[in-house]
């Protein structure tokens, strides 16, 4: 039934921006990194998820070309995106370590996205260029189409469960106070004798894996993988769910990515369709991703569910983006 | 030799239109301690405006002043009102960037739902072909750096030998210090923010006149070379960007030259991050606006 597939469509959809956005606010809200190349770990991780299950370069009649080729199963699979997603998000996070402006870093991290994306849709023999990589296939093939779209829910549902409760790890307690002091005060932070650049790069590879199993998730549904599916923009409606929810908040967050996902850029779809233009629904989302970023950071910084503030003896502090 | 010689000739060109682009780029950032990543965009906006009149029968070069006019004035606005506003908000600098991404995607797909996604011309427009010195280039690449090295030369000696030059360099060096001086920092704001945008449109409109075809991407690629032009020169010294231009542009289409085309922009990407990772502050050193960069 169409309406049931559509459910499905919009529960892996926000399964996977979920993971995303967590590891983008893990990166951003709470660590304070602004790595406007967050699409690029979630692209490493499709592509892994990709040449570990198409077999071979030649199979499938040799239509595409690619490194690697391997047929691992599912959970390996997903896996070795995590996987890529880390090491990615890592080699990401060594651009941001030298003590620059943080508005500085953002700007070359954004370069860094627009780069990669620019060398693998160039290069054809890597990851089959601007074409992509198509037929990854479905791990649930051989059952019935119907149970295999809500196992694909299940799998994706039980990513979410794990992917949180490692999420709360590292936003709550010990943890999650020294990388909110960092935020806040990196030289404080060091004072104090935190490995300021240690946990950095622990935190890009912990976000890196989240974007990269969100990837390697994603492309196994829909079964395909191309660059125009991380263009550098999809970076900023992973962080105008953050914003608009409320950075460095783990609930603010994944209500951001249930407003800003799920019912705003699916809500557009529902626009009435002017035939000469089919694109404008998709542009229209767009433009009001953009809108409602600026208006929160104008009106509302701290989002809809603000972190909460901690609850110490005196002068508290509160952190926001504005 | 001679293909290198050829590759110099077309890395001048290329150079003149990212040194239009990175000079606007590092104004703004002077005067305003603002990354503005809409500078993409606004190319774009220019880029179609040129488009809507050279469709109409106006000349390419006269296009191009429209194009400038246009853009430069629509930089006011938008510093206007939604920049200057934020920052008096106290709006932190890391989420200005985001502002100025969300609003250059905000005005791409404006762009896109008006114009279409499909790629545009502006047709014939680059003349006959000339050969000067081993170069071989179209007579409107030469256009375009003579404007360039003219645009350049205006711009040094409005800096250098006017009041407004000065209170320009007084606001971007320590706005609170310029105003207490009786400077009209808002006012040489405005003024700063025309002229960089003047530029960023007439870049964008140049751009289109000399490449082949273009879409509403062709500012938000244009980002990579201008912005480690940019960084190369020491990001707010204007000087630094028209050097920093011409470095990046001839480097990338000798590369380009030599090896795969495809990869030209991977040279500028290149130099921006072992700049970025070995010298953030630029090749010149340490000016009193760049130091900004650093935290420390």
């Known amino acids: 039934m169409a309406w049931e597939y559509y459910l499905v469509v919009m529960l892996v959809y926000l399964g996977t921006d979920l993971l995303a956005v967590w590891g983008l606010n893990l990166e951003f809200g709470v660590s304070g990194v602004a790595n406007l190349a967050y699409i690029v770990v979630v692209a490493a991780g499709a592509y892994t998820f990709a040449i570990c299950t198409l077999g071979p370069s030649s199979g499938n009649g040799g239509f595409q070309t690619y490194i690697g080729g391997f047929t691992l199963p599912f959970p390996l699979a997903l896996l070795a995106g995590a996987l890529a997603g880390a090491v990615v998000g890592t080699l990401i996070g060594v651009t941001g370590l030298k003590r620059l402006r943080q508005d500085y870093q953002a700007v070359a991290m954004l370069v860094v996205s627009l780069m990669v994306a620019t060398v693998v849709s160039a290069d ?75 946990l950095r790069l622990v935190v890009q590879a912990v976000g890196g894996a989240f974007g990269g199993l969100s990837g390697a998730l994603l492309a196994g549904f829909i079964g395909g993988w191309s660059p125009s599916a991380w263009v550098y923009i999809e970076t900023l409606a992973f962080l105008s769910c953050v914003i608009v929810g409320g950075m460095g908040s783990d609930r603010g967050v994944s209500l951001g990515t249930l407003i800003i996902a799920v019912l705003l850029l699916q809500g557009v779809q529902f626009l009435p ?13 767009w433009i009001i991703l953009g809108a409602s970023t600026i208006i929160f950071i104008w009106f509302r910084p701290q989002g809809v569910l603000p972190e909460r503030r901690p609850r110490y003896l005196g002068k508290s502090s509160s952190h926001s983006p504005g | 030799m001679q293909l290198i010689i050829e590759a110099i000739g077309f890395g001048i060109a290329t150079g003149a239109v990212i040194a239009l682009g990175a000079v606007g780029f590092s104004v703004q950032f002077g005067i305003s301690n603002i990354l503005n990543i809409t500078y993409g965009s606004l190319m774009t906006l220019a880029a179609y405006v040129g488009l809507l009149l050279i469709n109409h029968g106006v000349n390419a070069w006269l296009a191009l002043v429209l194009g400038a006019v246009v853009v430069g004035v629509v930089s006011v606005v938008y510093h206007r009102a939604l920049l200057a506003p934020l920052v008096r908000r106290g709006t932190r600098a890391i989420a200005m960037v985001i502002v100025t991404v969300s609003a250059g995607i905000i005005l791409q797909y404006v762009i896109v739902s008006i114009a279409g996604p499909e790629s545009h011309s502006y047709g014939e427009q680059s003349g006959s072909t000339l050969h000067l010195i081993g170069f071989t280039l179209s007579a409107g690449q030469v256009a375009i750096i003579v404007l360039t090295a003219s645009l350049m030369l205006g711009l040094h000696l409005l800096l250098t030998r006017t009041t407004l030059g000065k209170a320009m360099r007084a606001t971007s060096s320590n706005r609170t210090l310029a105003r207490s001086c009786g400077i009209s920092t808002d006012r040489v704001s405005d003024i700063a923010w025309l002229i960089s945008g003047s530029l960023c449109g007439a870049a964008g409109v140049a751009l289109a006149i000399t490449t082949v075809s273009f879409d509403f991407s062709l500012g938000s690629l244009f980002l990579i070379p201008m912005i480690a032009a940019a960084v190369l ?64």
């Open chain 1, 124 to 198: 054809t023999g890597f990851l089959n260029g601007s074409a992509g990589l198509a037929l990854i296939p479905n791990p649930f093939a051989d059952l019935d189409p119907e149970v295999a779209r809500w196992a694909y829910v299940a799998v994706v549902a039980f990513c979410c469960l794990i992917g949180f409760l490692v999420l709360r790890r590292f936003t709550t307690g010990p943890i999650g106070r020294t990388l909110r002091a960092m935020r806040d005060d990196d030289t404080a932070a060091s004072a104090a004798g935190k490995n300021v650049i240690g």
């Open chain 1, 273 to 285: 369709q002017i035939s000469s233009s089919p694109g404008l629904s998709e542009d229209f989302g």
């Open chain 2, 233 to 296: 020169g020491g990001i707010g010294q204007p000087y630094g960007a028209m050097l920093g231009g011409l470095i990046v542009g001839v480097s990338s289409e000798v590369a380009a030259a030599v090896s795969n085309p495809n990869y030209k922009d991977v040279v500028a990407f290149m130099i921006l991050i072992i700049m970025l990772l070995v010298r953030p502050r630029g090749l010149f050193g340490a000016a009193w606006s760049t130091r900004r960069l650093m935290e420390g």
